[in-house]
């Protein structure tokens, strides 16, 4: 089935941009999508089909998605971007959605 | 407001059964497809099942199959997860989740908190 891979974390200085990668398989060819999930809470989409923004989610996430690489980007790092970030692809093939394995951004 | 609300979770012994709920609010239930997704205690996310607005269309991740029966009653807008032959390793947090469906691809927009399954002796 299909793989997606995720570093398991990043870290970055407040004010910062934080960047988190998420292989597959010419991924460019799928529709990503992105989930924070904060300690103790429920996943929230932040980005779905590659750059797209939900209402209520702030400019500074953006994504893209190119060749074997998604990546979400977030500008200006805020304390409270601290949390479990996840790319999820659907698999035609098998008719499913695929989660990645998840990367932990820590704000220093 | 959209709201999903899983309960049902408990302590079950291996080999077990246990009925998990999902009860939504807030809007058309039978307008959308939805999934159970599970998070064992620190680990990621992972897909369990998915059933379209009426049922027709149903899916179950490899490990679940056989064991599982996902389920909906749209005149009451819930949805079930039916466990049995429960292992150690189904022990997680398992939440209900609301998909939109997109050209060619399904997200998930609307969350539960989860409602926790122990699996053990």
């Known amino acids: 089935s299909y793989v997606l891979t995720q570093p398991p974390s990043v870290s970055v200085a407040p004010g910062q941009t934080a960047r988190i990668a998420c292989g597959g398989d010419n991924i460019g060819s799928k529709s990503v999508h992105w989930y924070q999930q904060r300690p103790g809470q429920a996943p929230v989409v932040v980005v779905h089909e590659d750059s797209d923004r939900p209402s209520g989610i702030p400019e500074r996430f953006s994504g893209s998605n190119s060749g074997n690489t998604a990546s979400l980007t977030i500008s200006r790092v805020e304390a409270g971007d601290e949390a479990d970030y996840y790319c999820?692809?659907?698999?035609?093939?098998?008719?499913?959605?695929?989660f990645g394995g998840g990367t932990k951004l820590t704000v220093l | 407001e959209v709201q999903l609300v899983e309960s049902g979770g408990s302590v079950v012994r291996p080999g077990g059964s246990l009925r998990l709920s999902c009860i939504a609010s807030g809007f058309k239930f039978d307008d959308y497809g939805m999934s159970w997704v599970r998070q064992a205690p620190g680990k990621a996310l992972e897909w369990v099942s998915s059933?379209?607005?009426?049922?027709?269309?149903?899916g179950y991740a490899d490990s679940m199959k056989g064991r599982f029966t996902i389920s909906r009653d749209n005149a009451k807008n819930i949805l079930y997860l039916q466990m049995k032959s429960l292992r150690a390793e189904d022990t997680a947090l398992y939440h209900c989740?609301?998909?939109?469906?997109?050209?060619?691809?399904?997200?998930?927009?609307?969350w539960g908190q989860g409602t926790l399954v122990i699996v053990s002796s």
């Open positions: 989740a609301r998909e939109v469906a997109v050209a060619g691809t399904n997200w998930f927009d609307a």
């Open positions: 999820q692809v659907w698999d035609s093939n098998r008719d499913h959605p695929v």
């Open positions: 059933i379209n607005w009426n049922g027709g269309r149903i």
